[in-house]
T-cell receptor, first 115, second 115 residues
Framework: AQSVAQPEDQVNVAEGNPLTVKCTYS??????LFWYVQYPNRGLQFLLK??????LVKGSYGFEAEFNKSQTSFHLKKPSALVSDSALYFCAVRGDSGSARQLTFGSGTQLTVLP | GAGVSQSPRYKVAKRGQDVALRCDPISGHVSLFWYQQALGQGPEFLTYFQNEAQLDKSGLPSDRFFAERPEGSVSTLKIQRTQQEDSAVYLCASTLGQGALQPQHFGDGTRLSIL
């Protein structure tokens, strides 16, 4: 079975400060990891993914994420937060073994960037 | 259209009624997924299609839930004899290929409320 934990329901950060949204995972085999963002009454938008290779992944809107295999983590980061980054963020995982293609999502972290 | 389209955006039904939710994936996308997102939670997998074949329906919560994609494009999720616990946002996602490495493109969802 695969699972994702997002330990923080809510993260508040001041505009211009760096932000981190935490994610840990459990999966059989090697992980495929994704971050999505959801704005109110909208579907999920893809931000970035880790499949293999460089542990630091760069994505849309200046976001990046660092894959840490020993800590089974994939934290989302941004050097300088914008008010417009305020949204709900989901981490998702899929393992490379087995036939299942669906993603398993965390429960989400509400990011609020304060002006 | 350019994105995944879902209709209706909002559906209110009385307990016991049947409902049908529609998903128009991005043109040419082979894979189609349905997810259920309860309030304050991440999306949970319901079922997966590759073209017209339903390859995984392990996430369907009961035999009241039924999905089809008869021509390999538009998909319909049907819920029979709705219950209050069926109230949720139902998300549809599609990917171009069959692989699990491609990001899923999500529609804006159908918010289902069962009275």
């Amino acid at each position: 079975a695969q699972s994702v934990a997002q330990p923080e329901d809510q993260v508040n950060v001041a505009e211009g400060n760096p932000l981190t949204v935490k994610c840990t995972y459990s999966v059989s085999g090697n992980p495929y990891l994704f971050w999505y963002v959801q704005y109110p009454n909208r579907g999920l938008q893809f931000l970035l993914k880790y499949i293999t290779g460089d542990n630091l992944v760069k994505g849309s809107y200046g976001f990046e994420a660092e894959f840490n295999k020993s800590q089974t983590s994939f934290h989302l980061k941004k050097p300088s937060a914008l008010v417009s980054d305020s949204a709900l963020y989901f981490c998702a995982v899929r393992g490379d073994s087995g036939s299942a293609r669906q993603l398993t999502f965390g429960s989400g972290t509400q990011l609020t960037v304060l002006p | 259209g350019a994105g995944v389209s879902q209709s209706p955006r909002y559906k209110v039904a009385k307990r016991g009624q049947d409902v049908a939710l529609r998903c128009d994936p991005i043109s040419g996308h082979v894979s189609l997924f349905w997810y259920q997102q309860a309030l304050g939670q991440g999306p949970e997998f319901l079922t997966y299609f590759q073209n017209e074949a339903q390859l995984d329906k392990s996430g369907l919560p009961s035999d009241r839930f039924f999905a089809e994609r008869p021509e390999g494009s538009v998909s319909t999720l049907k819920i029979q004899r709705t219950q209050q616990e069926d109230s949720a946002v139902y998300l549809c996602a599609s990917t171009l290929g069959q692989g699990a490495l491609q990001p899923q493109h999500f529609g804006d969802g159908t918010r289902l409320s069962i009275l």
